[in-house]
C-alpha cells in the first residue's frame, strides 16, 4: 500500500514536483495541492486537485494524506508548517529556506537549493583558480 502525499503551495515549484511526480510508478502518490491564493485553488494539476488552504485538516483526514512537501513562501513556512502537525501529517519535505521546529514525532527533511547551488558554485570557484 502506497503513502499519499500533499503539495503545499501550488506555485512553480508545487506545479513542477507535481508533474514531476504524475504517472511514476511509485509508493507515493501526490493525490492534492494546496494553495491560498484562489486563482490556484480549484484546478486541477497533472490530475491533482488543489483545494483551499482552509480546507487542509478535512482533506488530509479524508484522503489518509501522511506526508506534505512545503513550496510556499519562506515567509509562511513556520505557521503553514504548524497547520500540518496539527493536521496530523507525519512527514514534512521543506523546500522552503526557512528552518522548521516540528515536533519528535514528525519527520523532516529540508532541502535549501539556493544553499546547495551556492555550494556547489563555491567549489567550481576554487577549482577553477
Not at 25 to 30: A, D, E, G, V, Y
Not at 47 to 60: F, M, T
Request: proline share 5%; charged share 20%; hydrophobic share 40%.
Amino acid at each position: 500500500e502506497g503513502m499519499k502525499v500533499a503539495v503545499i503551495g501550488v506555485g512553480n515549484l508545487g506545479r513542477s514536483l507535481i508533474g514531476y511526480f504524475s504517472g511514476k510508478r511509485s509508493k507515493l502518490t501526490i493525490v492534492a495541492g494546496f494553495d491560498n491564493n484562489p486563482d490556484k485553488t480549484d484546478k486541477i494539476y497533472a490530475g491533482v486537485h488543489c483545494y483551499p488552504i482552509d480546507r487542509l485538516n478535512e482533506i488530509v483526514i479524508r484522503e489518509g494524506i501522511s506526508i506534505a512537501i512545503l513550496t510556499v513562501p519562506a515567509e509562511f513556512a513556520g505557521e503553514t508548517a504548524e497547520r500540518l502537525v496539527m493536521a496530523g501529517i507525519k512527514g514534512i519535505l521543506n523546500f522552503t529556506p526557512r528552518p522548521l521546529n516540528v515536533p519528535p514525532h514528525v519527520y523532516l527533511e529540508e532541502i535549501d537549493m539556493v544553499t546547495s547551488l551556492e555550494k556547489v558554485a563555491f567549489y567550481v570557484k576554487k577549482q577553477g583558480n
